[in-house]
Structures are given as structure tokens and as C-alpha cells.
């Protein structure tokens, strides 16, 4: 039944995504430090920073959708793990989610991407890299992380261009089942939106009643956001609004 796809992070915001979208037409199996239900893939525990169960991970799969990140500088380390396990398997395919404009903004996370497209770059494996703009999740965490404050504070003068996972998970599963093409076309949500007007949206469609507060921030990287390097206007091909997102998610049970 279709092909042997290791995802990696299959546990995570995408990575659950992905998962969902590619068991329905090929074998799946999942590494995670924790402990596996029952989503119709295998489960494997390891550990990408130490190295723990990777092997077993990678043995027999002929794509890994690598969407673990330890959200910091021990990403490195997980992806040359990863990497080198894969080389002494049976050299996959490796596809590679990334950050939009994560070579434009001088963050210590985003130079950590960098530092990973690189080595799946110089892996000598088969690979794709696909960069993405802001997950919904991450900018509705964002307004969430603040509900108990009087006021919604964002970067002023800083747009996003928000995209659904799901829509990532449609697209990592398309790259996943054809050969490996390097850097692919960066991928972005459907609209471009001030912080502000999204703070708003989220308000309204949460009931909340919240003085939205623009906040002037100094420095490079909220620079780099202000004159929108992390944005890809050309390449809005995800669907779902975060409009759409937010009330699906308000429908959700829990
Ligand atoms: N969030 C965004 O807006 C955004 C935008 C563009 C691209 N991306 C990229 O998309 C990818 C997925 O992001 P996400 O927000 O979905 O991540 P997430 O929800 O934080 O999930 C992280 C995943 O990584 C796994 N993980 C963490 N440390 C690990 C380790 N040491 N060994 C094995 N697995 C480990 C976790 O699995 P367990 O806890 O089960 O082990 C979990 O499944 C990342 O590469 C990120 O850079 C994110």
C-alpha cells in the first residue's frame, strides 16, 4: 500500500497533520519521545537530539517528512541525527519543513532552520525543502498566551500572512509521493494581514471584548518582519482563512 513515509514531529501541530493526510494512501510510521495512539500509523519512540530509537526509525522507509523541531538550537543536532541515521539506511528521500524568509530575519530560531536546509542540502540523500509562512495555530496562540491581560498587544507596523497545517500537511504529501526536487516554491497562507486587523479578527470571533495596543519594537528582527521578509505575496496558495481557522477551531469539541 503506497509508500513507506517515516514523519518525524508526526505528533506535532503539522506533523499531526500530515499524518492524518498521508495514512490514508500510504504506510505510516511516527517518531516521537512519547507514547503512540492510535491514528492508523506505527509509532516508534526515539529521540532526534540523542539519537535513541532513530535506526529503527528509518529502517525500510523510502521518504522521511521531517517535522520535528525542538523549537530552538537543538534542531541541529536532531537533523544530523536524522540525517546521518537515514544515510545508513536506505538513503530516503528527505522532505524538510522550513520558516519563509528564515534566511531574511536574524533570529536564533530561524538560523537554526538555516543551519538544518543546509545540511539536508549537503546530505547527499535525496531531498526537498519546503518553506512555509506562520501557522494559524502559532498566531492564535499568541493572541490566546494573552487573554488574562486587559489589552492585546502586537508588533505594530507587522503583517502576516498566516496558513492553515492542513494545508502544509496537502502539500508535504504531494512532495512526499513524487521524486525529490530541492528548494521548492515557498508556500503562504491565502491573505496578508496587519497584526492588528488579525487581533481583531481573533477577538471577535472568540466573544472577546480586548483594546488592541500596537506596540513600537526596536531592533533587526522586528525590522525584517516590518518590511515583511517572512512574507511570499506571490506564492498564497493555502486556502483556508484564518477567519475559516479560527471559527472550525471555535466548532471543535475541546
Ligand atoms: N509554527 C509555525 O508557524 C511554523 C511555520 C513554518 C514552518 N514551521 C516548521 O514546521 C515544523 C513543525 O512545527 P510545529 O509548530 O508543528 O511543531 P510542534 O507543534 O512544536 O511539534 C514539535 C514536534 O517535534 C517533536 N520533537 C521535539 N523534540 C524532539 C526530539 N528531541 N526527538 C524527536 N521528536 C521531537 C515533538 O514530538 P514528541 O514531543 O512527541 O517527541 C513534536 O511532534 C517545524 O520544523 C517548524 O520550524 C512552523
Known sequence: MG??????GGTGTLGRAVVDKLTAGHEVRVLSRGHADDRGAEWVRGDLRTGAGVATAV???????????TNGRGDVAATRNLLAAAHRAGRPHVVYVSIAGSDRIPLAYYRAKQHCERLVEHSELPWTILRTTQFHDLVATFFAMQRWSPAVAVPAGVSFQPIDVRDVADRLAALAAEPAAGRVADLGGPQIRTTRE??????QVTGRRRVVLPLPLPGRTFRGYREGRHLVPGNAAGRTTFDEFLAGATRRPG
Open 3 to 8: 509508500t513507506s513515509i517515516l514523519v518525524t
Open 59 to 69: 529502517a525500510g522507509v523510502e521518504v522521511v517528512v521531517h517535522c520535528a523541531t
Open 198 to 203: 488579525l487581533a481583531r479578527t481573533y477577538l
